[in-house]
T-cell receptor
Framework: DAGVIQSPRHEVTEMGQEVTLRCKPI?????LFWYRQTMMRGLELLIY????????DSGMPEDRFSAKMPNASFSTLKIQPSEPRDSAVYFC????????????FGPGTRLTVL | GEDVEQSLFLSVREGDSSVINCTYT??????LYWYKQEPGAGLQLLTY?????DMKQDQRLTVLLNKKDKHLSLRIADTQTGDSAIYFC????????????FGQGTELSVKP
């Protein structure tokens, strides 16, 4: 299996622009998670989906952030408009809801907003 | 609320054992995990332990769980320079759909 796939790996954009991050979970996994990692705040859970349905979005910082999962093999995290304080590494993880409930992480997207 | 605490830094000599400690607060956690993050990479699952166990060994890794004190540790035997990374402890919140709560991460530096 290719693991969790994220794109792009790096994104540099200007303040005010729309940013879309993409994630392909591991095939057959039931849940998908979006995290943000910064030096100041560590690893924060933004939102997670179960069977394509958003379950908990309490970590989404504000209305500028939105996430969708139109099908079992694809999810997006959108920031519109982006701000410099959104600069971070964004990780997607997926999980099969059996056994040890282990989450498998993608390589991350490093976002820089100028 | 839920909280996972780790010390931020650990430095050891190559060949020594490393012990990374973690405390957590949620007694309902079913699984506890250790993840490794190398520079510029995502989090890689190292090992996990079920909450009804007190020890798990996997090659050079030993996980100890003291459920009474809510203390988890990861011991790496014969630490190598390739083990230099940030190590995250995480607990799963069973009553919140299995959300993971991560510690701040411990940066392990292995000196030759």
């Amino acid at each position: 299996d290719a693991g969790v796939i994220q794109s792009p790996r790096h994104e540099v954009t200007e303040m005010g622009q729309e940013v879309t991050l993409r994630c392909k979970p591991i095939s057959g996994h039931d849940s998908l998670f979006w995290y943000r990692q910064t030096m100041m705040r560590g690893l924060e859970l933004l939102i997670y989906f179960n069977n394509n349905v958003p379950i908990d979005d309490s970590g989404m910082p504000e209305d500028r952030f939105s996430a969708k999962m139109p099908n079992a093999s694809f999810s997006t995290l959108k920031i519109q408009p982006s701000e410099p304080r959104d600069s971070a590494v964004y990780f997607c993880a997926s999980r099969i809801d059996r056994g040890a409930d282990t989450q498998y992480f993608g390589p991350g997207t490093r976002l820089t907003v100028l | 609320g839920e909280d996972v605490e780790q010390s931020l830094f650990l430095s050891v000599r190559e060949g020594d054992s490393s012990v990374i400690n973690c405390t957590y607060t949620d007694s309902s956690s079913t699984y506890l995990y250790w993840y490794k993050q190398e520079p510029g990479a995502g989090l890689q699952l190292l090992t996990y332990i079920f909450s009804n166990m007190d020890m798990k060994q996997d090659q050079r890794l030993t996980v100890l769980l003291n459920k009474k004190d809510k203390h988890l540790s990861l011991r790496i035997a014969d630490t190598q320079t390739g083990d230099s990374a940030i190590y995250f402890c995480a607990e799963t919140l069973y009553n919140q759909g299995g959300k993971l709560i991560f510690g701040q991460g411990t940066e392990l530096s292995v000196k030759p």
